[in-house]
Every structure is written in C-alpha cells, then in structure tokens.
C-alpha cells in the first residue's frame, strides 16, 4: 500500500517541480525577449520565412551558428518541462510531441506578438520556426526516453512484493506472514485528465 502512496506522490512531486521550472524558465524568457534595448537603429520586421536565416548563414558560420544557435535554444526547455508539468506517463508520443510543439509555438508566437509594443525589438518569423523546432528537437530528444524509463520502475515496483525485513520474514512477534505478503485485491485506479502535454 505504502508503495502506490509513494507512487502518487512521486507524481505529484514530478509535476509540481516541472512547473516551478516551468514558470522560472518563462520567465527568464520573458527577461530576455522582452526588455527593452537601447539601439540606434532596428532592422525591419521580418514576415518571410527563411529570409532571416538566410541572412544569418551570410554572416559566416561562426556568427550564423551563434544566433541559430540561440533561436533553436530559447525555447527548447518547453520541450521537456510541459510533459514534466503534465506528469503523465500512459500518452501516445505522436499526440505528446503534437502538443508539446504546438504549445511551444503558441508561446514563441506570443512573444514576437509582444515585441511589437517593445522598444528596439521587432518581430520576426523565423524565430518562431527556430524556437518551435528547438522545442520538437528537445521533445524528441529526453521525452520518449524518460517516460519509458519510467513506465518501466513503476512496472518494477508494481510486483507487488516489497524488500523483505531483515530478520527472516516476520515482524519480530512470530507473526508468520507479513502484512505485505497478504493479497488486499487490486489497488483502485482513477483516470486522471491532464491540462498539459
């Protein structure tokens, strides 16, 4: 009993960490896209796709990967903290990643929307491409494996056998069995309805 306890509040431990970093991640997100700079000039908005990219690749590779670099890595963490946040581990991977890169590129849409009213920034397209593919790379590259490897120790732990006292199997009273090996039926399961990917 006190293992699906523990499982529970595993979860719930699991999800309450992934929104506090959740919320410290957006926030830091929010201090750098959204200060306002102190330039001379801005360049213009850029509603093509590919055109900023293409004129990043102009500037060298150095300075190409720099700020690609950084677009793919803005929003990246989304990628495992949302699943994190939502705490489920019975998801299809498609529909998870379908969620997760969606809410990744409402959120980079968001911010470019945002800049429009800031000083010194300007909106561009391709910074939500790089940011929502930052977001599907990171998903792909930690969700599938982490929820497997958890799917696999609550399997493990749900065997229903738990580590045996030392002392031969009875509570030191002569008691015979333990309480633990004595079958109380299966443990009740409550859907649960997720609010993130």
């Known amino acids: ?39 001379m000039w801005v360049t213009a908005a850029n509603l093509q796709p ?15 990967a720099r700020r690609i670099g950084e677009g793919l890595l803005l929003l990246a963490p989304l990628g495992v903290l949302l699943p994190m946040a939502g705490g489920r581990l019975a998801v299809s991977p498609w529909a998870s990643l379908f969620r997760t890169v969606m809410a990744g590129a409402l959120v980079s849409l968001g911010i470019e929307l945002a800049q429009t009213v800031v000083p010194g920034r300007v909106v561009d397209v391709d910074a939500v491409l790089l940011n929502t593919v930052g977001v599907a790379l990171a998903h792909l590259a930690v969700v599938p494996a982490w929820r497997g490897r958890l799917r696999r120790r609550k399997q493990g732990s749900g065997t229903g056998r738990g580590p045996r006292p030392a002392g031969g199997g009875s509570r030191g009273r002569g008691l015979g069995m333990l309480r633990d090996d004595v079958s109380q039926g299966a443990t009740p399961r409550i859907p649960r309805v997720g609010i993130a990917p």
């Open 1 to 39: 009993m006190q293992r699906h306890g523990s499982d529970g509040s595993a979860v719930i431990r699991l999800r309450a960490a992934g929104l506090i970093l959740l919320l410290a991640h957006l926030v830091l997100v929010a201090w750098l896209t959204l200060r306002p700079r102190d330039v």
């Open 50 to 64: 590919l055109a900023g990219i293409r004129a990043d690749l102009a500037l060298g590779p150095l300075e190409a």
